[in-house]
């Protein structure tokens, strides 16, 4: 069946340090995949997408690129700040039900 | 635009008790609903999900159940609840083409 695999956290950064949150997955066919994240004591929201190979998902200065050759889709950015503290999820849906599957979740914190 | 609010948004139950979680929904018709939790330190799980009135899939089997008596509406329940039922609860829909929209879910603690 179809899995997504984030790296393991958590993950501490000083404030302006460049992010990289590795997600690679394993489906069937041609998933759309997402990046969720969950603030503290909230649900989830979607940051950014990609539907097909080579697509650039983008967000909030958050980037993550469909890669086929890799079944990768990494989620990084130039410089993250204090307010980007939360949890990251990758998922994929590979359905007309519009099931997800999800990460396990990464935990980012930063420290000003 | 679409909104999910979920009750109640914190419980504490004793295990052996009863609980009932609704979710409802707002800006969409026949939307798909999905039930997942969130245990402590881990990822979702898809515990139920429903394309209509009446229609529910289970994903897992567990102490849980889920009904949908109105298209709007999306009921996760239990007869007796077990310490291992705690965790929080997001009930989400299909937004766009396989995207998910969540609520702000619930956060059950069994004791």
């Known amino acids: 069946g179809d899995s997504v695999t984030q790296m393991e956290g958590p993950v501490t950064l000083s404030e302006e340090a460049f992010l990289t949150i590795n997600c690679t997955y394993t489906?069937?066919?041609?998933?759309?995949l997402f990046w969720y994240v969950q603030y503290p004591g909230e649900g989830l929201q979607l940051l950014l997408k990609a539907t097909k190979a080579d697509d650039k998902g983008s967000n909030k200065g958050f980037e993550a690129t469909y890669r086929k050759e890799t079944t990768s889709f990494h989620l990084e950015k130039g410089s993250v700040q204090v307010s980007d503290s939360a949890v990251y999820f990758c998922?994929?849906?590979?359905?007309?039900?519009?099931?997800?599957?999800f990460g396990d979740g990464t935990t980012l914190t930063v420290k000003p | 635009s679409q909104t999910i609010h979920q009750w109640p948004a914190t419980l504490v139950q004793p295990v052996g008790s009863p609980l009932s979680l609704e979710c409802t929904v707002e800006g969409t018709s026949n939307p798909n609903l999905y039930w997942y939790r969130q245990a402590a330190g881990r990822g979702l799980q898809l515990l139920f999900y429903s394309v209509g009135i009446g229609q529910i899939s289970s994903e897992v089997p567990q102490n849980l159940s889920a009904s949908r008596p109105q298209d709007r509406q999306f009921i996760l329940s239990s007869k007796k609840l077990l310490l291992s039922d705690s965790g929080f609860y997001l009930c989400?829909?299909?937004?766009?083409?396989?995207?998910?929209?969540f609520g702000p879910g619930t956060r059950l603690t069994v004791l």
């Open positions: 998922a994929l849906a590979n359905t007309n039900a519009g099931k997800s599957t």
């Open positions: 489906a069937t066919g041609y998933p759309s």
């Open positions: 989400a829909l299909k937004g766009g083409p396989n995207e998910q929209f």
